[in-house]
């Protein structure tokens, strides 16, 4: 059964960074696309940032040019670099496998504010 972390998440002013981390304990992890998804109250889960298995990344026009997502494939790790923070970033971080995924882990709590 796989299993997903998520860590790194915290409170921000707005304009800070912080840096997101993700276990995944997948066989053939590294044959897989990865993302990050995101969550605020009352909203519906969306995929911001994605990577290739080949590290080829795509985002999210609400984070183009402040996220950088980034993966360790012989940790099986996945990471997501958050800078220029904005308070429409608020929200409940996850990370999957886009088209593949499995049960969804705890999520690490992202709060952008002065």
């Known amino acids: 059964q796989v299993k997903i972390v998520e860590s790194g998440g915290g409170l921000v002013q707005p304009g800070g960074s912080l840096r997101l981390s993700c276990a995944a304990s997948?066989?053939?992890?590294?044959?897989?696309?990865m993302g990050w998804y995101r969550q605020a109250p009352g909203e519906q889960r969306d995929l911001v940032a994605r990577i290739s298995r080949d590290g080829e990344a795509n985002y999210a026009d609400a984070v183009e040019g402040r996220f950088t997502i980034s993966r360790d494939n012989d940790k099986k790790m996945l990471y997501l670099e958050m800078n220029s923070l904005k308070p429409e970033d608020t929200a409940l971080y996850y990370c999957?496998?886009?088209?593949?995924?499995?049960?969804w882990g705890q999520g690490t709590q992202v709060t952008v504010s002065s």
């Open positions: 999957n496998f886009p088209g593949f995924e499995v049960d």
């Open positions: 997948r066989r053939l992890f590294s044959v897989y696309h």
